[in-house]
Protein backbone atom coordinates (compact mmCIF):
# COMPACT_ATOMS: atom_id res chain seq x y z
CA UNK A 1 0.00 0.00 0.00
CA UNK A 2 1.39 3.34 -0.85
CA UNK A 3 0.26 6.85 0.17
CA UNK A 4 -0.81 8.95 -2.56
CA UNK A 5 -2.50 12.57 -2.41
CA UNK A 6 -4.46 13.76 -5.54
CA UNK A 7 -4.22 17.51 -5.60
CA UNK A 8 -7.33 18.66 -7.51
CA UNK A 9 -10.83 17.66 -6.78
CA UNK A 10 -12.59 17.13 -10.26
CA UNK A 11 -13.69 14.45 -12.36
CA UNK A 12 -10.03 13.26 -13.27
CA UNK A 13 -9.01 13.61 -9.31
CA UNK A 14 -11.58 11.82 -8.49
CA UNK A 15 -11.89 9.27 -10.92
CA UNK A 16 -8.37 8.15 -9.77
CA UNK A 17 -8.60 8.48 -6.65
CA UNK A 18 -11.58 5.92 -6.33
CA UNK A 19 -9.83 3.20 -8.27
CA UNK A 20 -6.48 3.64 -6.53
CA UNK A 21 -8.25 3.24 -2.95
CA UNK A 22 -9.99 0.38 -4.76
CA UNK A 23 -6.74 -0.97 -5.37
CA UNK A 24 -5.45 -0.88 -1.78
CA UNK A 25 -3.78 2.39 -1.40
CA UNK A 26 -4.34 4.59 0.87
CA UNK A 27 -5.52 8.50 -1.07
CA UNK A 28 -5.72 11.44 0.37
CA UNK A 29 -7.95 14.40 -2.37
CA UNK A 30 -6.51 18.03 -1.84
CA UNK A 31 -8.62 20.52 -2.40
CA UNK A 32 -8.90 24.46 -1.28
CA UNK A 33 -11.15 23.69 1.15
CA UNK A 34 -11.65 20.11 2.35
CA UNK A 35 -14.90 20.47 3.42
CA UNK A 36 -16.40 21.66 0.05
CA UNK A 37 -14.67 18.34 -1.65
CA UNK A 38 -15.98 15.85 0.97
CA UNK A 39 -19.24 17.41 -0.09
CA UNK A 40 -18.49 16.89 -3.73
CA UNK A 41 -17.35 13.69 -3.60
CA UNK A 42 -19.89 11.54 -1.48
CA UNK A 43 -20.15 8.04 -2.95
CA UNK A 44 -16.28 7.44 -3.00
CA UNK A 45 -14.57 4.91 -1.20
CA UNK A 46 -14.80 5.52 2.17
CA UNK A 47 -10.87 5.26 3.14
CA UNK A 48 -10.28 8.25 1.25
CA UNK A 49 -9.33 11.19 3.13
CA UNK A 50 -9.83 15.07 2.53
CA UNK A 51 -7.51 17.86 3.14
CA UNK A 52 -6.17 21.25 1.56
CA UNK A 53 -3.44 20.92 -0.65
CA UNK A 54 -0.85 21.81 1.41
CA UNK A 55 -1.29 19.07 3.81
CA UNK A 56 -1.64 16.40 0.82
CA UNK A 57 1.50 17.52 -0.54
CA UNK A 58 3.03 17.51 2.86
CA UNK A 59 2.04 13.71 4.03
CA UNK A 60 1.96 11.34 1.26
CA UNK A 61 4.58 9.66 -0.94
CA UNK A 62 3.63 10.43 -4.36
CA UNK A 63 1.66 13.05 -5.15
CA UNK A 64 -0.53 13.27 -8.46
CA UNK A 65 -1.42 17.04 -9.99
CA UNK A 66 -5.07 16.49 -11.25
CA UNK A 67 -5.12 20.37 -11.08
CA UNK A 68 -6.17 22.59 -13.97
CA UNK A 69 -3.23 22.70 -16.40
CA UNK A 70 -3.24 26.32 -16.52
CA UNK A 71 -2.67 27.22 -13.07
CA UNK A 72 -0.69 24.06 -12.24
CA UNK A 73 2.84 25.44 -12.34
CA UNK A 74 1.90 28.47 -9.68
CA UNK A 75 0.23 26.05 -7.45
CA UNK A 76 2.78 23.74 -7.20
CA UNK A 77 5.62 26.18 -7.23
CA UNK A 78 4.15 26.94 -3.82
CA UNK A 79 4.35 23.28 -2.51
CA UNK A 80 8.00 22.96 -3.05
CA UNK A 81 8.74 22.07 0.46
CA UNK A 82 6.27 19.56 0.72
CA UNK A 83 7.49 17.99 -2.46
CA UNK A 84 10.62 17.75 -2.07
CA UNK A 85 12.33 14.41 -2.44
CA UNK A 86 8.76 13.54 -3.87
CA UNK A 87 7.22 11.44 -7.04
CA UNK A 88 4.94 13.90 -8.86
CA UNK A 89 3.19 12.79 -11.40
CA UNK A 90 1.39 15.23 -13.66
CA UNK A 91 -1.74 14.04 -15.79
CA UNK A 92 -2.51 17.44 -16.64
CA UNK A 93 -2.55 19.65 -19.78
CA UNK A 94 -1.94 23.50 -19.81
CA UNK A 95 -4.23 25.30 -22.35
CA UNK A 96 -6.01 28.18 -22.77
CA UNK A 97 -9.62 28.22 -23.78
CA UNK A 98 -11.51 28.73 -27.06
CA UNK A 99 -14.42 30.13 -27.11
CA UNK A 100 -16.31 27.21 -26.37
CA UNK A 101 -14.09 26.43 -23.48
CA UNK A 102 -12.50 23.43 -24.96
CA UNK A 103 -8.33 23.29 -25.19
CA UNK A 104 -7.67 25.97 -27.93
CA UNK A 105 -3.90 26.34 -27.38
CA UNK A 106 -0.88 25.56 -25.17
CA UNK A 107 0.23 27.37 -22.59
CA UNK A 108 4.45 26.46 -23.38
CA UNK A 109 4.48 25.90 -26.73
CA UNK A 110 8.10 24.97 -27.58
CA UNK A 111 7.94 23.11 -24.25
CA UNK A 112 5.51 21.86 -21.58
CA UNK A 113 4.10 22.21 -18.15
CA UNK A 114 5.76 18.61 -17.17
CA UNK A 115 9.25 20.49 -18.19
CA UNK A 116 8.06 23.85 -16.23
CA UNK A 117 7.08 21.63 -13.24
CA UNK A 118 10.42 19.86 -13.00
CA UNK A 119 12.70 23.01 -13.28
CA UNK A 120 10.67 24.66 -10.79
CA UNK A 121 10.87 21.64 -8.76
CA UNK A 122 14.43 20.12 -8.62
CA UNK A 123 14.09 18.37 -5.95
CA UNK A 124 10.84 16.80 -6.74
CA UNK A 125 10.71 13.57 -9.75
CA UNK A 126 8.14 14.84 -12.18
CA UNK A 127 6.70 11.81 -14.81
CA UNK A 128 4.33 12.54 -16.99
CA UNK A 129 1.35 10.26 -17.78
CA UNK A 130 -2.18 9.66 -18.77
CA UNK A 131 -2.88 13.01 -20.53
CA UNK A 132 -3.76 11.60 -23.50
CA UNK A 133 -7.06 10.65 -23.56
CA UNK A 134 -10.28 11.09 -21.94
CA UNK A 135 -10.49 11.03 -17.89
CA UNK A 136 -12.82 7.63 -18.09
CA UNK A 137 -10.28 5.69 -19.32
CA UNK A 138 -7.32 6.38 -17.24
CA UNK A 139 -8.68 4.22 -15.28
CA UNK A 140 -10.27 1.51 -17.87
CA UNK A 141 -8.29 1.42 -20.86
CA UNK A 142 -9.70 -1.90 -21.34
CA UNK A 143 -13.70 -0.21 -22.39
CA UNK A 144 -12.17 0.86 -25.58
CA UNK A 145 -12.30 -0.96 -28.76
CA UNK A 146 -8.81 -0.48 -29.76
CA UNK A 147 -6.25 -0.80 -27.02
CA UNK A 148 -5.21 2.64 -25.82
CA UNK A 149 -1.59 4.03 -25.06
CA UNK A 150 -0.20 5.39 -21.87
CA UNK A 151 3.10 7.19 -22.62
CA UNK A 152 5.85 7.96 -20.07
CA UNK A 153 8.14 11.03 -19.83
CA UNK A 154 10.31 11.67 -17.22
CA UNK A 155 14.17 12.15 -16.09
CA UNK A 156 14.40 9.38 -12.75
CA UNK A 157 14.32 5.82 -14.12
CA UNK A 158 12.93 4.62 -10.52
CA UNK A 159 10.33 7.10 -10.55
CA UNK A 160 9.10 5.77 -13.69
CA UNK A 161 9.42 2.48 -12.61
CA UNK A 162 7.12 3.23 -9.62
CA UNK A 163 4.50 5.25 -11.94
CA UNK A 164 4.74 1.71 -14.49
CA UNK A 165 3.31 0.26 -10.99
CA UNK A 166 0.78 2.54 -10.25
CA UNK A 167 -0.67 2.16 -14.15
CA UNK A 168 -0.84 -1.30 -13.53
CA UNK A 169 -3.37 -1.10 -10.69
CA UNK A 170 -5.16 1.56 -12.68
CA UNK A 171 -5.58 -1.62 -15.45
CA UNK A 172 -2.71 -0.95 -17.55
CA UNK A 173 -1.06 -3.97 -19.55
CA UNK A 174 2.42 -3.26 -20.08
CA UNK A 175 2.98 -3.91 -23.04
CA UNK A 176 0.15 -0.46 -23.64
CA UNK A 177 2.57 1.69 -21.55
CA UNK A 178 5.43 3.26 -23.67
CA UNK A 179 8.49 5.43 -21.86
CA UNK A 180 9.33 7.97 -24.69
CA UNK A 181 12.69 9.20 -22.19
CA UNK A 182 13.01 12.16 -20.13
CA UNK A 183 10.69 15.13 -19.37
CA UNK A 184 11.10 16.63 -22.74
CA UNK A 185 9.33 14.30 -24.22
CA UNK A 186 6.12 15.67 -22.70
CA UNK A 187 6.14 18.22 -25.06
CA UNK A 188 4.93 15.93 -27.64
CA UNK A 189 2.34 13.99 -25.55
CA UNK A 190 0.91 17.57 -24.20
CA UNK A 191 0.49 18.74 -27.81
CA UNK A 192 -1.33 16.33 -28.58
CA UNK A 193 -4.26 17.97 -26.24
CA UNK A 194 -4.39 19.94 -29.78
CA UNK A 195 -6.49 17.07 -31.25
CA UNK A 196 -9.30 16.90 -28.54
CA UNK A 197 -11.22 20.10 -29.41
CA UNK A 198 -12.00 18.28 -33.21
CA UNK A 199 -12.49 15.23 -31.68
CA UNK A 200 -15.33 16.35 -29.36
CA UNK A 201 -16.47 18.66 -31.26
CA UNK A 202 -17.48 15.81 -34.28
CA UNK A 203 -18.09 12.96 -31.92
CA UNK A 204 -19.11 14.51 -28.82
CA UNK A 205 -17.97 13.74 -25.23
CA UNK A 206 -17.12 9.99 -25.64
CA UNK A 207 -14.08 7.81 -24.31
CA UNK A 208 -11.18 7.56 -26.37
CA UNK A 209 -7.21 7.72 -26.16
CA UNK A 210 -4.33 8.73 -28.26
CA UNK A 211 -2.80 5.50 -29.24
CA UNK A 212 0.39 4.02 -30.46
CA UNK A 213 -0.77 1.63 -33.29
CA UNK A 214 2.16 -1.44 -33.91
Not at 142 to 159: I, W
Not at 161 to 186: F, K, M, N, S
Request: some cysteine; charged content about 20%.
Amino acid sequence: MTNIGILGAGRVGTNLAGKLSAAGHHVIIGGRSPEDTAARTIGLAPRIAFADQRTTARTTDIVINATPGDSSLERLTDLRTELYGKILIDVSNATFDAADGLPGDLCYPGSSLAEKLQAALPDTRVVKTLNTMLFMVMTAPETLATPPTAYLSGDDEHAKRTVTGLLGDLGWQPERIEDLGDITTARATEAMILLVPHILRRHGFKPFAVSLAR
